[in-house]
Nanobody, 124 residues
């Protein structure tokens, strides 16, 4: 059984930075791609970033490219999302997700497991 838990969400001022972490519990972490998605009130859940099982391939949404980076540590079983130059429109609940042997898709239905989410609020 796979469980994901996000952490690091908080209130931050515009222009600030945050590091979100996704902790994975279960077997074979290195065989899962991990994605980050976000959902603001009244909006769909949107792709933010993803990293494949080996860490050799990443994908970043255009809306956050140049500001957000994703990385993974297969020993610690974590995937981090570093967010810089945050804007009020980045305010959302951020979810991490895992896709067995995935390539790091931007399509939410490809992911098998989801965490409960962590709230990020960016004040102007």
């Amino acid at each position: 059984q796979v469980h994901l838990v996000e952490s690091g969400g908080t209130l931050v001022q515009a222009g600030g930075s945050l590091r979100l972490s996704c902790a994975f519990s279960g077997r074979a972490f290195s065989m899962y791609a991990v994605g980050w998605f976000r959902q603001a009130p009244g909006n769909d859940r949107n792709f933010v970033a993803a990293i494949n099982w080996s860490g050799g391939n990443t994908d970043i949404a255009d809306s956050v490219k140049g500001r957000f980076t994703i990385s993974r540590g297969n020993t610690k079983k974590t995937v981090d999302l570093v967010m810089t130059n945050l804007k009020p429109e980045d305010t959302a609940v951020y979810y991490c997700s895992a896709d067995y042997y995935g390539f790091g898709s931007n399509y939410a239905p490809n992911y098998d497991y989801w965490g409960p989410g962590t709230q990020v609020t960016v004040s102007s």
